[in-house]
């Protein structure tokens, strides 16, 4: 069926350095990709979010590079914070309409040391 | 982006008792609604999706009758838990999708049933 692999599963790194989430989904169909940001006891924040039709994708220290071809799309964040310490899902959806699911991935624990 | 709100974020009942958590779509209409269950430190596990005017369609091994959904309206959803037993406590999230496709979740409802 269809899947979402992520990872790594959790991610340590120093403030100031950049950190990278990788995911790969099996369904060739999928044309629309997410990421979200969830912090402790709250819901997922979409943060950014690519299409398949472009392969790359920033918003300030956040950029989104997806590789249809080989099926792997990256969360890229530079200049990390401590803010930026949370749980990062990225999500694979077959469509912009009807109620085509999202699958997710299982989640990448970001640690940002200070 | 657009604003999910979910209520109440966190409830405590008594075992046997029903339990409704509503999820709104603030500032736009929801093609599609999503129910979410997560367990400490894993992913997001679909329960149920909903189209407004229509009967929801549940994942496999969800009980339809325990998790009743209500999609009243283009901007409410509603998931009762009925009956509810230690097991049922969770954290619940909904998540609401725009016409452009992109999925906005509500800030999680954290159940506790004694």
């Known amino acids: 069926g269809e899947n979402v692999e992520q990872h790594p599963s959790t991610l340590s790194v120093q403030e100031g350095d950049s950190a990278v989430i990788k995911c790969t989904y099996s369904d060739s169909a999928s044309n629309y990709f997410p990421w979200y940001k969830q912090e402790l006891g709250k819901g997922p924040q979409l943060i950014i979010d690519?299409?398949?039709?472009?392969g790359e994708k920033k918003d300030q220290r956040i950029a989104v590079t997806l590789n249809k071809t080989a099926k792997h799309f990256s969360l890229h964040i530079t200049e990390t914070q401590p803010e930026d310490s949370a749980v990062y899902f990225c999500a694979a959806n077959r469509g912009t309409s009807g109620t085509y699911k999202y699958i997710f991935g299982t989640g990448t624990r970001l640690k940002v040391l200070a | 982006g657009a604003v999910v709100s979910q209520h109440p974020s966190r409830v405590i009942c008594k075992s046997g008792t029903s339990v409704k958590i509503e999820c709104r779509s603030l500032?736009?209409?929801?093609?599609?609604m999503f129910w979410y269950r997560q367990f400490p430190k894993q992913s997001l596990m679909l329960m149920a999706t909903s189209n407004e005017g229509s009967k929801a369609t549940y994942e496999q091994g969800v009980e339809k009758d325990k998790f009743l959904i209500n999609h009243a309206s283009l901007t409410l959803s509603t998931l009762t838990v009925t009956s509810a037993h230690p097991e049922d406590s969770s954290f619940y999230i909904c998540?609401?999708?725009?016409?452009?496709?992109?999925?906005?979740f509500g800030q999680g409802t954290r159940l506790t049933v004694v």
């Open positions: 500032d736009f209409q929801a093609t599609t």
């Open positions: 998540s609401a999708r725009t016409r452009p496709g992109q999925a906005f």
């Open positions: 690519i299409r398949s039709n472009v």
